[in-house]
């Protein structure tokens, strides 16, 4: 194993003091240019890296910004690409964290995270879909689709409500009149709305509801699949189904496989995001597209904004259904 190079091996290779190097990487005074330039020749040579922690301790910052999440699952990874693009040509880095791996829950995660990395690792932090947000914590905090909607902190959201009626709606168009619901985690405010917004259209169109068509989903395909199985053997199985998210749609489209069912021709498939999977799936995924990337971005501005003495702000984008081929009128 190669030891990592010291500051004192820098100090050597450049033909100068330890002290000098420190004053070289921490870019302080009193360091002449020619010097300099020798310095961080040497350190690049060597590929030495000072100690982040230390170096935040001494300026109390650290020019990382770091993005939170749960897991690192489809909506992530495409919110996190987004925050990357943003923060090109600034001077911050980006810290990704997981932080309910290693515990295997989601309970308590958004805490243990910022009190890991808060105030020596991170100067602010964009957390995805927490279920609760720090009232207090170290650092400027953007939630990005948090549990409890738009309140508290800054958050960045979607108009969940209005795209899933959207959803269930077109479902109506087409024919639909029995369309089951594979509902998200009850723990998010997200799941509520897109509950509300499929009841509500329903109720507009003069369907009665049915709480036998409604079950658990979850956010995540494993967690789906009892749900999906539950709707299509009831005796009177829905012809068409709003999936709270995309994971759990194309989980359902397994499942319907599984039994025999084509999509569209049997069962019309609708779900939320727009992740990459929905378009590359067969058939491609009818679904409510949230701008993830923009989103990403816009969590960005709102936190360096919030790091230069900013105010809070809470902004809601439009969520935009996307038709696709696993939607059509039901078999007659």
């Known amino acids: 194993m190669v030891a990592r190079p010291t500051i004192h091996d820098v100090a050597k290779a450049a033909g100068v003091s330890v002290a000098t190097v420190s004053k070289a990487i921490n870019g302080r005074d009193g360091v ?21 922690v230390a170096t935040s301790m001494r ?10 999440v749960a897991e690192f699952e489809p909506f992530a990874v495409q919110l996190l690409q987004g925050v990357s693009t943003a923060l090109q040509n600034t001077r911050y880095d980006v810290l ?29 932090a964009i957390i995805v879909t927490p279920t609760t947000t720090p009232a207090h914590a170290t650092v400027p905090i953007v939630a990005v689709d948090p549990h409890a909607g738009p309140k508290g902190t800054s958050t960045v959201s979607v108009h969940n409500h209005d795209g899933a009626r959207a959803a269930v709606e077109h479902l109506i168009s087409l024919g639909h009149r029995r ?20 009841r509500r259209a329903l109720r507009d169109a003069g369907i009665a509801f049915d709480p036998a068509l409604v ?11 009892a749900g999906a199985h539950h ?43 727009d992740v990459p999977e929905a378009a590359s799936h067969d058939p491609q995924l009818t679904t409510v597209r949230q701008p993830l990337h923009e989103m990403g971005r816009i969590a960005v501005r709102v936190l360096l904004g ?11 984008l439009p969520a935009e259904l996307v038709v696709r081929s696993s939607t059509a009128a039901p078999a007659r």
């Open 306 to 316: 919030m790091l230069d003495d900013g105010a809070p702000e809470h902004v809601r």
């Open 32 to 52: 002449a240019p020619a010097t300099l330039t020798q310095v961080m020749n040497v350190v690049e040579e060597l590929g030495y890296a000072s100690s982040l």
């Open 215 to 225: 079950v658990d989903g979850g956010y995540r395909a494993a967690d789906s699949t």
């Open 96 to 124: 990704a964290y997981a932080g309910s791996v290693s515990a295997g829950e989601h309970l308590g995660w958004e805490r243990r995270s910022l009190s890991r990395l808060g105030g020596t690792l991170i100067d602010g």
């Open 179 to 198: 369309i089951g619901h594979l509902r998200g985690r009850t723990d998010l405010e997200s799941a509520h709305q897109r509950e509300e917004g499929y």
């Open 231 to 273: 709707l299509l053997a009831l005796p009177a199985r829905p012809t068409a189904i709003f999936a709270a998210n995309d994971q759990s749609a194309i989980e359902m489209m397994r499942i319907a496989a599984e039994r025999g069912l084509r999509v569209p021709h049997d069962l019309s498939v609708v779900g939320f995001d």
């Open 59 to 68: 300026r109390r910052q650290t020019n990382v910004i770091g993005v939170l």
